[in-house]
């Protein structure tokens, strides 16, 4: 049976005039801000209490989750992220990330138990 390329040819890509290049991502989960070059995904209900869904999120976004909450606590939160926003400390971090550059980042601080 004949090749229908070449061994040593190079590999040619069929025409494909129906793709119209990536699919875009979905905004950032918490603030809704256009994702920049670094993307976490994010298991809203942790993997250590059952969850399975992930959603995109800005690396901060994702570290201040951690910071404010416990894992018990995003596991009663689920994927409502209202009750999230809620919280005024979660509240201030969105208004003020809200001007920042898309792969801007910054530390943290943990939340004092």
């Given amino acids: 049976m004949a090749r229908k390329h ?3 040819a190079p590999y040619e890509e069929p025409d494909r005039e ?4 990536p699919a875009p991502v979905a905004p ?3 603030c809704g801000r256009a994702l920049g070059k670094t ?12 969850g399975r869904d992930v959603v995109p999120m800005h690396p901060i976004c994702q570290q201040t989750l951690m910071a404010n909450f416990t894992n018990s606590e995003l596991q009663r939160h689920g994927m ?4 999230l926003l ?7 971090f969105v208004d003020w ?3 920042k550059d898309p792969d801007f980042t910054a530390t ?3 939340k004092q138990r």
Avoid: F, M, Q, Y
């Fill in 39 to 50: 993307i976490v995904w994010h298991h809203p209900v942790p993997k250590s209490r059952g």
């Fill in 86 to 92: 809620a919280d005024p400390t979660v509240r201030k």
């Fill in 18 to 21: 129906d793709e119209e290049g």
């Fill in 28 to 30: 950032c989960w918490l």
């Fill in 97 to 99: 990330v809200a001007k």
């Fill in 80 to 83: 409502n992220v209202d009750a």
């Fill in 108 to 110: 943290t601080t943990k």
């Fill in 6 to 8: 070449s061994k040593h």
